[in-house]
């Protein structure tokens, strides 16, 4: 019988940014966190200690089925999510639950600035929990996605029970023109969040215009 790891990642990527400075950097920050991950992806790639290769249209159907591909290979008690253009702190893969959490301590990287996320947001890509309730979110996830009205993120306006945390350090939500997901630019800029700094610094070492 296999001994059940404590923690893993799982990493899911539609390959848009394959070779690019940000997600070179995002891949060295996971692998920085020490933690055994998987990498669920589009096209065939050997990026961390398990790849596994998923074909499908991008939408976010796809991207549920991403994830419980991930879960199901998964030999985790607790699992994180990881996306292809977020930058994690190492602090963010040190939490723990007992269910399903967030981690709402997020800046968005604009080409303005930083901009904070709502403390009540669902971040689809801070979401980590014990690995069979989230089989079990995910499953109900897919089971609704073509009833009309749908949120991909577990928890909202779905009766699912989530918990919300925070870290110090911040995660990083880099907005790009490949970005899955739309978003108005609202809220206050700033200048430098803890950790990553300057964003026009940070913007540069990722590759990204300024």
């Avoid at 200690?49 to 607790?78: C, H, V, Y």
């Avoid at 989230?134 to 909202?156: H, N, Q, S, T, Y």
């Avoid at 964003?199 to 215009?209: M, S």
Wanted: without cysteine.
């Amino acid at each position: 019988m296999k001994e059940k790891k404590e923690k893993s990642i799982i990493y899911y990527t539609d390959n848009t940014l394959d070779h690019t400075d940000m997600n070179n950097k995002v891949k060295d920050i996971i692998r920085e966190a020490g933690l055994p991950t998987i990498s669920i992806s589009r096209r065939k790639r050997n990026d961390f200690d398990k790849n596994w290769f998923f074909q499908g249209p991008r939408d976010s159907l796809a991207i549920l089925l991403q994830i419980m591909f991930g879960l199901e290979k998964s030999e985790s008690e607790t699992v994180f999510l990881a996306e292809h253009d977020v930058l994690y702190p190492k602090e963010h893969f040190e939490l723990v639950t007992n269910g399903i959490g967030y981690n709402t301590s997020v800046y968005r990287l604009t080409e303005k600035g930083y901009i904070k996320r709502g403390e009540m947001e669902f971040p689809m890509a801070t979401l980590f929990g014990k690995r069979d309730l989230l089989i079990e979110a995910i499953r109900k996830k897919i089971a609704v996605w073509d009833l009309g009205k749908f949120f991909l993120e577990p928890g909202r306006n779905d009766g699912i029970k989530v918990e919300f945390y925070r870290t110090e350090i911040p995660v990083i939500d880099i907005r790009h023109n490949s970005n899955f997901t739309y978003w108005r630019t609202r809220g206050k800029i700033v200048e430098s969040v803890p950790r990553w700094g300057r964003y026009r610094k940070l913007r540069k070492r990722l590759g990204l215009k300024l």
